[in-house]
């Protein structure tokens, strides 16, 4: 493999990858206008990452929508203490049912009167204080590594169970595991 950058007569300039003197992988071409095209190579065609459509959604063309443009991104950090939330009240809940409050309180595990639920409970949702017991167990009673820095980190996508999976991921981003005959270290 070898990289190249090739001058067309067209005066367009061609840049990526060459192996056995074809274009592959990577490239780029650069227009005399100076606008340019990412993609992937195929031969001598470049198969474009993106595409501009004139008439295509623009969120600048909605004022409504200008704060998802101008706002920072939002921060999220491991110190910040999980709190379960109640949410909607009885009256604006649509799927509202009486045993939805037992979720809250980790002494409820079953509504009165109810003395085995399942034999399986892989399906049931897991505590706050279960959820503690499980990281105490994994990190054998030491503090979550960067927990104790409270330094927040930006992300995007603020859609609330992808905030939660970026947390646990976080969380165990330099954990050591062992299995079987390898150790390995998991660097998010």
Known sequence: RSRGRVRARRARTVEGL????????PGVETYPDGSQDVGLWFREQLIKLCTQIPSGFSLLRYPEFSSFITHSPARISLSEEEKTEWGLQEGQDPFFYDYKRFLLNDNLTLPPEMYVYSTNSDHLPMTSSFRKE?????????IPPFVEDGEP???????PLLVK???QTYKFRLTATTTLSTFSWTVG
């Open 18 to 25: 060459y192996k056995a003197d074809q274009r592959f992988g």
């Open 134 to 142: 499980l990281d105490t167990r994994i990190f054998l009673n030491e």
């Open 153 to 159: 980190w930006f992300i995007i996508n603020e859609t």
């Open 165 to 167: 999976i970026q947390k």
